[in-house]
């Protein structure tokens, strides 16, 4: 069974980080979605909260395996003998961003593969840094965000 690694903050997970996963997943059997925790990042959720969404979101798929991570990536790879990592890129700016991140990562272990992903054209201008503005402001999530992040956004706004 083919297994890839899907990192990020998810804080919080988006419909573009949905359909990224969708997309890993018509080439790979098995995808952990690994939720890191970066204790110099500001968060707007907790990672039980991360989490908790991811999970819900992930939920009715069983080749979705939800996990967290305080390590390096690619230290949690070679830990669990994986070795292909899955990141999502929108434009330009993400690819050379993910392609520097790539190189270093093999550096550092030498058996890391990583897959870069485009997100379907009709998520490709979502981040969470947008969607974290729209809960900030108590805004509409349904076109950007899935319903356990939306259920929890509603919470935050009473």
Known sequence: MK???FPGSFD???LGHVSLADKALAVFDE?????VDNTEKQYLFTLKQRLETVRETFRKNPNVRVEACG??????MKKNGLTHLVKG???LRDFSYEAEIARCNQMLNPQCETVLLLPSS?????SS????????????LEKFAPEPVIRLAELIHG
């Open 71 to 76: 390590t390096f990536v690619v230290e949690y």
């Open 122 to 126: 009709k998520f490709e201008n979502i």
């Open 3 to 5: 297994t890839a690694v």
């Open 129 to 140: 840094t947008f969607v974290r503005e729209i809960i900030r402001y108590g805004g509409n």
């Open 31 to 35: 995808l952990v979605v690994l939720v």
């Open 12 to 14: 919080p997970i988006t």
């Open 89 to 91: 890129v929108r434009d």
